[in-house]
């Protein structure tokens, strides 16, 4: 089973803080995931290329044109802070 | 009259010849919502809006010159479809007062077809789930027998065209979310091949896999509406650029020439016999139509689960971190700097379920174990690719079960962390591959956990599986089935 440090340093990676029960029932739930997928370490995978694009689309690009995007006024009002047009974001240090 | 139930080109002649109008269509449905929504199938009504748009329609139609196909009708989405204006929840907390200033591509098509959308439905939350149970907003419940689930994650768009609270509605489908309900809820469920149609403005679960697709009454009416919704989009790079067949005009009823292969590994030995059963006359149905059916093999179907149980909870970490608190959605009023607003808004605005996939993905995606886990799994989805690449070389579809099972009784998947993966166990395999399927009613079958109001039994599904982009023969066949049986034209007693 994963350990409580394993779980505390992958939320912390998530970026989700944890309730300590939280941190058991993950402990618990996230091996029981890893434990299903158990079986694949057995599958010879020599000289299979991994894939992740399956139609077999390569570098699609479209022409560098401007276009209207969406209302940019729209857009900001969705956000919980903003000033003079911008996200207005808490301190980092 | 009736209005529930009847097919889109029943729907369109009534509209073309003024028997009723789009805004006395709309009411109808949206009576029927208020009526039943103790089974929980939408989460937003769109009310006001519906009528609006109905009324457009209404002035469209009485114009002089052709209706769009789709206009005047109304259609419910799955609340992962953007919609300008209109909140969109993803049935999430941390969107519970999201209202997107676009739409999504799919929805601004049927708005082109003046088509009339009476609401949002219900889902497992993010998509996440087999089941509906992982909605911040309840359970959805099985039209056929309240006290079963009607599969997920497009819960609600299956329990609400089973129940005709909408003629149809979009679903999406990362790994079996719209045949499954379609399955339980005895409708037509339908995935296009990945690419076919647009993710933009779909909010997404893994991209490498999401599809998006509908649930509705009939084949014929899949056909139709699956030519309005796709097609390459400028704005979603991973479209294809092949042109869109006209998959109503084309559909064929005659069979005769083609085969059809029943890959061994999707009969699994622990299917209910009810199901088997089923399943196999519909076979049965099929050669009589004149394919030509050879079992064929898929020995890696096995591992697909797994693969997927490893891929998907991968792009949801990556997807899902847009989520910060800073531009929408839930942020926390507990934050004293900005870690904590990324911290606390996650934790607050995300179920269980969302968490455990995130943190599953961030896990196997992390340094000292990214080989061991994504790499592998992704070089086992290049063989389950290359062994439906080479089946296709031999027949033009196949043919399974969509389910094992018929519908389950509430309650099982909510806490469990596996279940999704072990449910979606026969419908995995075609998203990881990008292919096409649908799945139609093949009949009844008693469930093999105990008792069930519904006297017939609950609806089984019959999974119809094509090769990329042939679209048209699942179609074909799923048409040519239903021209021959009725199970598509049962409906549940609520």
């Known amino acids: 089973m994963l350990s409580k440090d394993e779980v505390l340093h992958i939320a912390k990676l998530a970026r989700i803080e944890l309730k300590d029960v939280e941190v058991e029932k993950f402990q618990k739930d996230l091996s029981a995931v890893l434990d299903y997928v158990e079986e694949l370490k057995s599958i010879d995978t020599e000289g299979l290329d991994e894939i992740s694009q399956v139609t077999g689309l390569v570098n699609v690009q479209r022409n560098d044109v401007v276009v209207q995007t969406e209302d940019r006024e729209a857009i900001l009002s969705q956000a919980p802070e903003t000033k003079d047009g911008y996200y207005k974001v808490k301190a980092i240090l | ?494």
């Open chain 2, 1 to 494: 009259m009736n209005f529930e139930f009847l097919e889109l080109t029943e729907l369109r002649k009534l509209l073309d010849e003024k028997k009723v109008s789009s805004v006395e269509l709309a009411k109808y449905f949206l009576g029927r919502i208020k009526k039943y929504q103790d089974l929980n199938a939408f989460i937003t009504v769109t009310e006001e809006e519906a009528e609006l748009q109905a009324k457009v329609a209404d002035d469209y139609i009485a114009s002089p010159g052709e209706n769009p196909f789709l206009c005047g009708i109304p259609y419910a989405a799955k609340d992962m479809f953007l919609t300008k204006g209109i909140r969109t929840t993803a049935a999430s907390k941390i969107l519970d007062n999201y209202v997107p200033p676009f739409d999504s591509t799919i929805i601004a098509k049927l708005k082109e077809q003046k088509a009339v959308l009476l609401g949002k439905t219900n889902q497992d939350q993010f998509a996440h789930g087999s089941s509906g149970e992982s909605s911040a907003y309840g359970f959805t419940l099985n039209p056929w027998d309240k006290t079963r689930m009607p599969a997920g994650s497009s819960s609600g768009s299956g329990a609400g065209v089973s129940a005709g609270l909408a003629p149809y509605a979009l679903g999406t489908d990362t790994g079996g979310s719209i045949r499954g309900p379609a399955s339980f809820c005895g409708v037509t469920g339908y995935k296009p091949t990945y690419g076919r149609t647009s993710r933009y403005g779909v909010i997404s679960m893994a991209s490498s896999m999401d599809t998006q697709g509908f649930l509705c009454l009939s084949v014929e009416d899949a056909a139709h509406i699956a030519e309005y919704i796709s097609g390459h989009d400028p704005k979603d790079a991973s479209t294809g650029a092949l042109e869109v067949p006209e998959y109503h005009k084309n559909l064929q009823a005659d069979l005769n020439g083609l085969k059809v292969g029943l890959p061994k590994e999707y009969f699994l030995e622990g299917m209910e016999p009810g199901v088997e059963k089923r399943v196999q006359e519909a076979i049965k149905q099929i050669e009589k139509l004149g394919a030509t059916i050879v079992e064929v093999s898929l020995p890696s179907t096995h591992y697909g689960q797994m693969v997927y149980a490893i891929i998907t909870p991968s792009e949801i970490s990556s997807n899902l971190a847009k989520y910060d608190g800073i531009r929408f959605g839930h942020s926390t009023a507990e934050a004293k700097d900005l870690l904590e607003v990324y911290n606390k808004s996650r934790a607050e605005g995300f179920g269980d379920e969302a968490k455990r996939r995130i943190m599953t993905g961030t896990y196997v995606l992390s340094a000292g174990y990214y080989d061991a886990y994504y790499k592998r799994a992704q070089k086992i989805r290049r063989l389950l690719v290359n062994e439906f690449e080479q089946v296709f070389k031999q027949v033009d579809v196949l043919l399974t079960p969509t389910s094992p099972n018929v519908a389950l009784k509430s309650g099982l998947a909510q806490h469990d962390p596996i279940y999704a993966y072990i449910a979606d166990r026969l419908l995995v395999n075609c998203n990881l591959a990008g292919i096409p399927a649908i799945s139609v009613p093949c009949g009844f079958a008693l469930p093999a956990d105990g008792e069930t109001p519904s006297a017939d039994g609950l609806p089984v599904g019959l999974q119809i599986i094509g090769p990329q982009w042939g679209e048209q023969k699942i179609f074909n066949v799923g048409y040519a089935y239903q021209q021959a049986t009725d199970w598509h034209k049962k409906h549940p007693s609520i």
